[in-house]
């Protein structure tokens, strides 16, 4: 038998949700030349992406790249949210990525009844802090709130032109009496993502998304309003052909010339040669461009693009989680006190938590012993695997020896609340520490 430490009993239900909604597989060459991994995208729990290419190659590049991310300031931080800021951290401090996190305060007003005082409060008392305390830097990293970033309110406006109400339907499964706030909901995300690509924000650039999988809904719709945005469109044609193609409307019809003037040079200092122009159908068709030659044309020619009055937005990569698993097996929800280890819990109350979780134990110790207990339901080890464990060959000792037998429950939760405390406490100090100045440094408020 294969001892696989990051696998999981859910991982048949990710893989087939990942095959249907054509989500790539998180394979191991997207991690190769990251420096230093980040534990979440070597175990497994980073299981999907779409586009994540474009992120690994600026990153191993060393070239400019966006992070965007948004909270529902709605509820309690637990763990299964620090896995998010987790992974955001590691791409800022290690990985060279400008961070931008908006606080999803329209989404929480239409769809969860909060007022905007109330989300400002929560967003920055429960997520921004712990997010100073656990290495966020304002340096290149911001925070701003939905309602109040113009930029983002107008590109929800523009992406509206591009969506169909029978499409939103489609994604989102609305229904004759959604109100309409909760519609615009979706566009507004898009604006949210897509805004980091203004010039103002640093311009065309791969962006990255990384959330859990339930947001696919949401990136699948961005993506396609980022491409229906574009003046150009780089693609292969049904016939087999590669090429760059206008898809300019009213607005830019007296460029067109000008536009594959631009495109052509863009091609020709890229060392593409071999190029035929056709103005009646404003293509320009490249023999030899492969899979990746495409995706470098559109980037280059999406960074034209803003100079000639479109947006150039590069579409948003996206990575996917899995989601943790609550400690009384079922989900990990704030609305459920005894599923998660909230990051405010007081440390006997998270330790008491850990100590009648769940785990994936037999029913005597004469059975375990005999026929070893199953980590991969065992939801202690859920916490090591994403929180608590950075040692690698620590965590694969504690998997095998839970699997053989000689590991019992209670040993292995008495070194879960032994590291909780660690960390926990840790965390909290921290978070006691962040002073006002530090918040104000990374929250803008336009
Ligand atoms: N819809 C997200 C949630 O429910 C929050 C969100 C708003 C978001 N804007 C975003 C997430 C942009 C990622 C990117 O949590």
């Known amino acids: 038998m294969k001892i696989d430490p990051w696998g999981a009993s859910q991982y048949q239900d990710y893989a087939r949700l990942r095959d249907e909604f054509g989500i790539d597989p998180f394979t191991d060459d997207l991690v190769e030349g990251l420096p230093d991994p980040h534990p979440l995208l070597k175990r497994g729990v980073i299981f999907g992406h779409r586009g994540f290419g474009l992120i690994r190659d600026a990153i191993r590049g060393g070239d400019p790249w966006g992070l965007m991310t948004g909270l529902m300031p709605s509820g309690q931080m637990h763990f299964g949210h620090k896995m998010l800021i987790d992974q955001v951290i590691y791409y800022q401090r290690k990985c060279g990525a400008d961070v931008t996190i908006g606080v999803a305060d329209f989404e929480a007003y239409a769809t969860r009844g909060l007022t905007l005082e109330k989300a400002r409060e929560v967003a920055i008392e429960e997520y921004v802090k712990t997010y100073l305390a656990l290495g966020l830097s304002p340096e290149n990293g911001q925070v701003y709130f939905q309602t109040k970033r113009a930029r983002v309110k107008d590109l929800a406006y523009e992406a509206g032109l591009k969506v169909t109400l029978s499409e939103m339907r489609a994604i989102y499964g609305f229904e004759d009496s959604t109100n309409l706030a ?61 090429g760059v193609f206008l898809k300019t409307g009213e607005r830019h019809k007296d460029q067109e010339k000008a536009l594959l003037d631009a495109a052509e040079a863009v091609l020709t200092k890229l060392g593409f040669a071999d190029l035929e122009r056709n103005d009646a159908y404003r293509a320009i068709y490249i023999k030899g461009a492969s899979k990746d030659d495409i995706l470098d044309i559109d980037v280059a020619l999406a960074k034209t693009e803003p100079r000639r009055g479109g947006h150039g937005f590069i579409q948003p990569s996206a990575t996917y989680h899995r989601f943790q698993t609550g400690l009384d097996g079922g989900k990990m929800s704030s609305s459920r006190p005894n599923s998660a280890i909230f990051l405010e819990d007081d440390l006997k109350a998270a330790k008491k938590k850990m100590g009648s979780a769940k785990t994936g134990g037999r029913a005597s110790v004469e059975e375990q012993r005999r026929l070893g207990a199953n980590a991969d339901e065992c939801t202690v080890y859920e916490m090591f ?62």
């Open 385 to 446: 695997l994403y929180h608590l464990m950075d040692d690698d060959k620590e965590l694969i000792d504690t998997y095998r020896r839970c699997k053989s037998g000689d590991l019992l429950c209670g040993e292995c939760k008495s070194r879960g609340q032994d590291l909780i405390e660690l960390k926990l406490g840790d965390l909290q100090e921290r978070k006691k520490g962040v002073s006002d100045d530090e918040v104000k440094a990374v929250l803008r408020e336009d």
């Open 182 to 242: 909760h519609i615009n909901a979706p566009l507004i995300q898009a604006g949210d993502i897509l805004h980091i690509q203004n010039a103002e924000s640093g311009g065309p650039r791969p962006t990255l998304v990384p959330v859990g999988v339930d947001q696919d809904p949401h990136l699948r719709l961005t993506r396609g309003i980022a491409q229906s945005l574009r003046l150009y469109s780089v693609k292969r044609t049904e016939d087999g052909r590669s």
